[in-house]
Every structure is written in structure tokens, then in C-alpha cells.
């Protein structure tokens, strides 16, 4: 569960200036700090992108980069590849990590990492990690309120920072005895989030709202596959699971094939580029997950849950107690409450016939 609002990350600003100023191939490392980032900014001619988000890699695409969807895997990339790599460190260790760990090998010797982030995102830390491991040493320099390295990539016997086996999925132990893979880099990759927990107590009494079985169920940022696996627990619809993160794909993906789940997870940005329409919905969107919760995404979510949904169909969200839900689908939908508790609420919307 990955979308979010669109506030420029001033880091990418001094990714940027470093794009222009360095000759040679370069590789942008992005992930969801740079989610609104106006990519048109950059040499379409010498940058390649990697990303993890589908929609910052849908925009590359169209603006003609040289990039790649996937979970951070570097893996086809020849060695030496690239004279300058920049990267906006990432929320979570293990995935920046990972990250300054797989391109040492991909900088030649007098190649260069670039690094930028805020000092609460453990920049400082980061930069010292990543010049011992390039063999070199570098100091962050202040720009504002956000703070830029370059490292040098000289010769390093050093061994890789501790990425806690980032590339791996891992089996977790959640409720009802059901075991499930997740890995870091989503957002409570360990544990069942508290809204999706509260959304699955209430499944049942959701099916029963139907008039008629639903054939077709759409998981609307699905991370791992949670919400999608316990509604398979009642009801014999074909499951869709779609989200923004590619390793929320992959886990998800693994997770269908383990339980045996007649469906698919899909790369879409707030299901875009799907044209299916579904009998029935679920949500627990990304509003109370680190996000800014503005109400143009609140209505985003609406709006692809409208395009989705048959008429007659229905959905059913989760999302904090603070977010208007409400008033944003009030045009579009028959609005009913189908709980609350002291962090979340449930809304009930109903598409209208036509």
C-alpha cells in the first residue's frame, strides 16, 4: 500500500544539480521519497531509472529514460555499469542498505555515489557506512535542511552493511495460524496491520450485504496480501490484488500460489490501468501509513474505487477516524457506517444502478 500525495522531496532537487554537472552513464535509485518527483528535470540521454514504485516507473517510461521496475534487483546490471549512481535514501535501514551495498559493484574505480536525505532520515549515518564500504571518505554537506554526499569508489575489501537478507522473502507468523511470506520494505512486513485486522473481523458481515455471490473482488493496495487471503476465506470470488510496490507484488504473488487463491496480483498505481469491473472491493489505503492524508488523495482513491466498482456493486474501506471519506464519496456512492473503534472506521459504499 504505497500511493501517496504529491509534495516534492527538496532532496531530488540536489540529485538534479549532480545529474548535469557529472559526464558518463548514471543511474537514479527511486522509491517513494521521490514519488511526485518531476523526472522531466533530468538527461533523458545519460540517466537510467530504477525504481520499485510502478507509477514513477510508468512516468520514465513516457518521458523516454532507460528504466526498470522491480524490487531493487541490480542483478542485470553488468559490473562498472554506471560512473555516478544517486539514490535519496530510503525510509527503512535494510533497504538502503541493500541498496549502497549492490552498487559498489556497479561504480567503477573514481565512480561516485551520490547520497541525499534529511538528517532524521540517519544521512550522516549512512554516508559514513557507504565511504568505508567504497574504501573512501566522504562527509554529508548541509544544504538547507537537507544534506548531500559524494563518495568516491575505491578499492574496499570492506564486507556489506547489514541489509537483514533485504532481497528475501521470509515466512511470518500471523493469526489463526496462518503463515505468510512478507520481507522489508513494506510497511508492517512483520506484523497484521491494525485497520487491515479490523477490516477482516467484519468480511463476513461485508459477503452478506450481497444479494448475490460476487464473482470478481478487487484488494485495492493490497501490500502483502492480508485482506485479499482472509476474503478468501469467504468467498469463492476470482481475488485481484493490486498495489504500487513491487515487493508488495512479489509477496503477494507468493502468497496466492501458498493458499491457493484463484486470482492475481498486478502492478498498478491506484489500480490504474485495469479496466476490469468488480463486484466487490477492499480497502485499507495508505492514509494512516506514514503519508500525508490530503484530501486529493482521499479522492483519488475514491474515484478509482467508482471506475472499478459494477453498479450495484460495493466496497468496503478502512481508514482512520480523522479521514472525511465520507464527504468525498457522498456524490458518488450510497454511504452506510459498518463500524468503528477507537483508531479506524469502516465505510460502506454502494455503487447506484445505472
Known sequence: ????????????????????????????????????????????ETTSLITNRYDLYLQAKLLGFNCYYNDFDFSSFPDNSFNQILYRVSKEKPVTHHIINDTR??????GTLILSGAKTDGIKTYTEKAADYFGSHATAKKHGNIYCATISR???????LDDKNYPQLRPCILSDHLQLYSKPGLFGWNKVDQG????????????????????????????YGYLAIMAHRHT???????????????????????????GAA???????????????????PPFHQGFSTDRSLTERFVASCH???KPGGMALFVVNRFV???????????????????????????????
Not at 559493484?105 to 573514481?110: E, S, V
Not at 575505491?154 to 556489506?160: A, D
Open 1 to 44: 500500500m504505497s500511493e501517496a500525495s504529491h509534495t516534492v522531496d527538496p532532496s531530488f532537487q540536489l540529485l538534479v544539480q549532480q545529474l548535469h554537472q557529472a559526464e558518463g552513464p548514471q543511474l537514479l535509485v527511486a522509491d517513494e521519497n521521490l514519488r511526485a518527483a518531476p523526472l522531466n528535470q533530468l538527461p533523458t
Open 105 to 110: 559493484r556497479l561504480i567503477p574505480n573514481g
Open 154 to 160: 575505491l578499492s574496499s575489501q570492506e564486507p556489506p
Open 196 to 223: 487491515s485486522e479490523f477490516l477482516a473481523e467484519h468480511l463476513s458481515d461485508f459477503f452478506k450485504c450481497f444479494d448475490k455471490a460476487p464473482e470478481h473482488l478487487l484488494d485495492l493496495g493490497c501490500g
Open 236 to 262: 469463492d470470488a476470482i481475488i485481484t490484488a493490486t498495489d504500487n510496490n513491487a515487493a508488495a507484488i512479489t509477496a503477494c504473488s507468493k502468497n496466492f500460489s501458498l493458499v491457493g487463491i484463484n
Open 266 to 284: 498486478i502492478a498498478a498505481d491506484c489500480a490504474e490501468g485495469i479496466d476490469q469491473e468488480f463486484d466487490a472491493i477492499i480497502c485499507n
Open 307 to 309: 471506475r472499478h466498482l
Open 324 to 354: 472525511p471519506l465520507e464527504g468525498c464519496a457522498e456524490n458518488l456512492f450510497q454511504i452506510s457506517p459498518f463500524g468503528e473503534n477507537k483508531g479506524f472506521k469502516l465505510v460502506l459504499l454502494k455503487k447506484p444502478q445505472k
